[in-house]
């Protein structure tokens, strides 16, 4: 196995050990909060739009980059 494997696989055990201990302290609550659930879905979503937004803004700067290079 290499190293990025171990890494890897060390990272995810911590976050399912991590989700587990969420999911145990949350189950002793009897009732669940909407805008907990609301504020977790727009956060996800917020991630998800900055992500897109430098991947795209990476995309364009490889072909403004090639554009200059070929017309040298």
Do not use: W
Request: hydrophobic share 40%; no cysteine; charged share 25%.
């Amino acid at each position: 196995m290499s190293g990025e494997q171990l890494t890897n696989n060390a990272v995810e055990t911590q976050t399912l050990e991590g989700e587990l201990h969420s999911l145990k302290y949350s189950s002793k609550k009897k009732r669940v909060d909407i805008n907990d659930l609301l504020n977790k879905v727009r956060s996800a979503e917020k991630k998800e739009k900055i992500e897109s937004t430098i991947f795209f803004g990476l995309v364009a700067a490889v072909i403004v980059v090639t554009g200059i290079i070929v017309s040298i």
